[in-house]
């Protein structure tokens, strides 16, 4: 149906169309594409996964997260967010702030579960489907328009999930990655967005710098000095200013702010690295307990490693202190999946990083640099005998659970472990993790 503001290669669904009362689409002016990307995102996921376990919250204002004053709010509801709570906050101005908010700790089982839910149903449903995050999809819908209208196909695949998982979820539908994200954030809760071909830019336009993915609080704050607030604003500067003030980034979010995003669809994202964090109760100094605690990582990690076929070349520690000077060091090592190798470089790095002597707030190890390496514990060397030994703990490992067979130094560390990073899944964020 053409608008009469619009250009005849444009159309426009008013909400009184028959297709948007049933499924509360808004489309924006734009010509059609042949391009055609959809992206999901589940409402408040984790707050509504704990509805669906527990219907007396229905309504009420929720924080997920640490429960302690140090803890961090993973995820709130939206009877929260009016009190001006958000992600990531510290939960101690979070409870001031809404002090009547229920407080739940969270589970990353119950919310793997039901990511899995949803997942298996928009993979069934679509061509080429992409999950970045437990909660976000993206789906190429590229060609299905000959067969199927892609902004009707996507309407119905909203409502399937919600009556097949009781999820809500929004979707936002364009020629590209970005835009579509952009508009299933304006379009929550429940929503759903189309933005027609050569729509991208006006649509963009009138939003807050901030609604471009890659723009940070740094660089938000080095755009807002220079007197940019608005996408409307960015439109008109040069690239190679852009390019000037944020390098190569600069010019990539440029693109983003105009509404050209050529990247495709990924179906697989192969893990680049696998790491672990922990951040005490209170601030400690207790250099045992940090060695028990790196050690049980350094080992969970490395079963991860073996568990994917992969090895690791390189390693890296961070020590976060009470003041949340933050420092990390990192050394490169013959590529290896093995606790003996591994373990003692973790603890050789901790060593020369710790020299401030103050209270740690936070500890972690990340391995990175991955390879395959199949069922090898290292790229060159081969120990038999050892590598036997390896596979019957892991074994037990996979059939038990990751903390069914530890170190004895390491039992301190009672909560490290946690799923697959290679199943494909990506990893849940949850700001609760505590020692």
């Known amino acids: 149906m053409a608008s009469p503001a619009c250009p005849t290669s444009c159309y426009c669904l008013p909400r009184t169309a028959p297709l948007a009362n049933l499924i509360g689409i808004a489309v924006i002016c734009g010509t059609v594409s042949n391009r055609h990307i959809l992206h999901l995102d589940l409402d408040t996921f984790f707050v509504s996964v704990e509805r669906l376990l527990d219907s007396r919250l229905e309504g009420a204002p929720i924080l997920i997260g640490g429960p302690s004053d140090r803890g961090v709010v993973a995820a709130c509801s939206y009877e929260a967010r009016r009190f001006g709570v958000h992600s990531g906050m510290p939960m101690r101005m979070a409870r001031a702030l809404c002090p009547e908010a229920t407080l739940i700790r969270g589970n990353s089982a119950n919310y793997m579960q039901h990511s899995r839910a949803v997942t298996d149903i928009i993979r069934e449903s679509v061509p080429v489907c992409e999950k970045p995050s437990i909660d976000e999809f993206y789906a190429d819908l590229t060609g299905m328009d000959r ?54 830019r006006g649509f963009l336009a009138p939003l807050s710098i ?18 940019i607030q608005r996408i409307a604003t960015l439109q008109d500067v040069p690239i190679e200013m852009m390019e000037r003030v944020l390098g190569k980034s600069g010019r990539v979010i440029w693109h983003k702010a105009h509404g050209h995003d050529d990247s495709p669809v990924v179906a697989t994202r192969e893990r680049k690295s696998i790491s672990s ?31 994917g076929g992969k090895l690791t070349a390189c390693v890296t520690l961070k020590v976060r202190y009470a003041d949340f000077d933050t420092r990390t060091l990192q050394i ?104």
Do not use: W
């Not at 601030?283 to 045992?288: A, N, P, Q, R, Y």
């Not at 707030?361 to 395959?372: D, K, M």
């Open 147 to 200: 067969f199927y209208g892609c902004l009707a196909f996507s309407g119905e695949l909203k409502d399937r999930v919600i009556r097949e998982t009781g999820l809500p979820i929004s979707f936002g539908l364009s020629s590209n990655k970005t835009t579509s994200k952009v508009a299933t954030g304006e379009g929550k809760p429940l929503g759903a967005m189309h933005v027609g071909q050569g729509g991208e």
């Open 210 to 227: 901030r609604k471009i993915p890659m723009v940070g609080e740094r660089t938000y704050q080095t755009l807002r000095n220079l007197g």
């Open 277 to 307: 964090e922990r951040t005490f109760a209170s601030d400690s100094t207790d250099v045992e307990k940090m060695r028990s605690m790196l050690l049980a990582m350094a080992e969970n990690l490395a079963f991860q490693l073996r568990r």
């Open 332 to 435: 490169r090592v013959p590529s290896t999946a093995a606790d003996h190798h591994l373990i003692p470089v973790v603890l050789d790095l901790f060593t020369r990083l710790y020299t401030r002597r103050v209270r740690v707030r936070l500890i972690g190890v990340r391995y990175s640099a991955l390879v395959e390496g199949g069922t090898q514990l290292d790229l060159f060397h081969v120990d038999k005998q050892r590598e036997a030994l390896y596979q019957a703990m892991d074994k037990m490992r996979t059939q038990f659970g990751a903390r069914s067979i530890i170190s004895a130094a390491g039992l301190s560390a009672r909560s490290i472990g946690g799923p697959n990073p290679f199943s494909g899944e990506p990893p849940i964020l949850l700001a609760n993790r505590r020692q």
